[in-house]
């Protein structure tokens, strides 16, 4: 079955950094799209970055330039590197696989102090 173990959250002062990985099984990884979602307090899950099985990506406006989402399909993991961090992005990051359906994983909990 879908199996995505997410890890790499924690306590980070603003402006500092964070390296979320996820670490994916049970699907082919290499032809699959995959994304990092957040949920922060008082609003919906969105979607932050996603990456194609081709390395295309795509950010949220509020991270662009801030967060880089990367691939390793040797190792079947997926990574999310997170730069000039605010306390507005605090939040439960999850992995997600998108396959004909959207897999996630546990989540993994950022939380950016002022």
């Known amino acids: 079955q879908v199996q995505l173990v997410e890890s790499g959250g924690g306590l980070v002062q603003a402006g500092g950094s964070l390296t979320l990985s996820c670490i994916a099984s049970?699907?082919?990884?290499?032809?699959?799209?995959m994304g990092w979602y957040r949920q922060t307090p008082g609003k919906q899950r969105e979607l932050v970055a996603t990456i194609s099985s081709r390395g295309s990506t795509n950010y949220a406006d509020s991270v662009k330039g801030r967060f880089t989402i990367s691939r390793d399909n040797a190792k079947k993991s997926v990574s999310l590197q997170l730069n000039s961090l605010k306390p507005e992005d605090t939040g439960v990051y999850y992995c997600v696989a998108k396959l004909r359906a959207d897999y996630w994983g546990q989540g993994t909990q950022v939380t950016v102090s002022s």
């Open positions: 049970g699907f082919i990884f290499s032809s699959n799209t």
